[in-house]
């Protein structure tokens, strides 16, 4: 497996709170993403990384920000959690653009 | 835009049977298209890549440009193969962002 790492595996927090998820990656890849799962969406892209302080959007980004401050860190952080983004939240690295994604374990999320 | 299409939710086959997985896309540029598998309690794992051509597990999937399509297959179902399948369109110049299907979960019953 791909050195990834997702924390917290599991978090439950409370509707206006914010919450930031890390991805810690020990393969040196450049690519980074955030997915989440959600039953009949399969996975969506909330936003990704091609470097060091170099992100973009994904398809469902509003209500995500996103920082990567080094290679191995990829932070995802609700501002204000809502109902809405209880979900399984992946992170995926790649070497490269050419390159296949290797996922982590992911982090369940709940917000009541 | 793009899209991926995975008509069934979930797929039901005898163990020894043979296995056939649908995708369908929807992308006007050149596409490369992937297939992952997630088990039971394990990350999301790469199974196919259509541009290795290669057969891991004893699956195959074969680009069909003119059908839009990717079918996964597997002549001979096994137990082992029970596990939630994602279809996966990778967009050219898009920073190697991923469409995913809606993802088929395999049952092979004994």
């Known amino acids: 497996d791909a050195g990834i790492t997702q924390s917290p595996r599991h978090k439950v927090t409370e509707t206006g709170t914010p919450v930031t998820l890390r991805c810690h990656q020990t393969?040196?890849?450049?690519?980074m993403y955030w997915y989440r799962q959600d039953p009949g969406h399969g996975l969506r892209l909330i936003h990704y990384?091609?470097?060091?302080?170099?992100?973009d959007k994904g398809e469902v980004s509003d209500g995500y920000s996103v920082s990567r401050s080094k290679t191995e860190d990829f932070l995802l952080t609700l501002e204000s959690a809502t109902s809405s983004q209880t979900s399984v939240y992946f992170c995926?690295?790649?070497?490269?653009?050419?390159?296949?994604?290797?996922f982590g374990d992911g982090t369940r999320l709940s917000i009541l | 835009a793009q899209r991926v299409t995975q008509p069934e939710k979930l797929l039901s086959v005898f163990k020894g049977a043979p296995v056939e997985l649908k995708c369908n896309y929807s992308?006007?540029?050149?596409?490369?298209l992937f297939w992952y598998v997630q088990y039971s309690r394990q990350r999301l794992q790469l199974l196919l890549r259509?541009?290795s051509r290669e057969s891991i597990k004893g699956f195959t999937a074969d680009l069909n440009k003119g059908e839009t399509s990717f079918h996964l297959k597997k002549p001979f179902a096994q137990e082992e193969d029970s596990a939630m399948y994602y279809c996966?369109?990778?967009?050219?110049?898009?920073?190697?962002?991923?469409?995913f299907g809606t993802g088929t979960q395999l049952k092979v019953e004994l």
């Open positions: 259509h541009i």
């Open positions: 393969e040196n890849h450049r690519y």
């Open positions: 995926a690295i790649s070497a490269d653009r050419d390159q296949p994604q290797h």
């Open positions: 990384s091609y470097g060091v302080k170099d992100t």
């Open positions: 996966a369109l990778g967009v050219t110049g898009g920073g190697n962002k991923l469409t």
């Open positions: 992308y006007s540029g050149s596409p490369e």
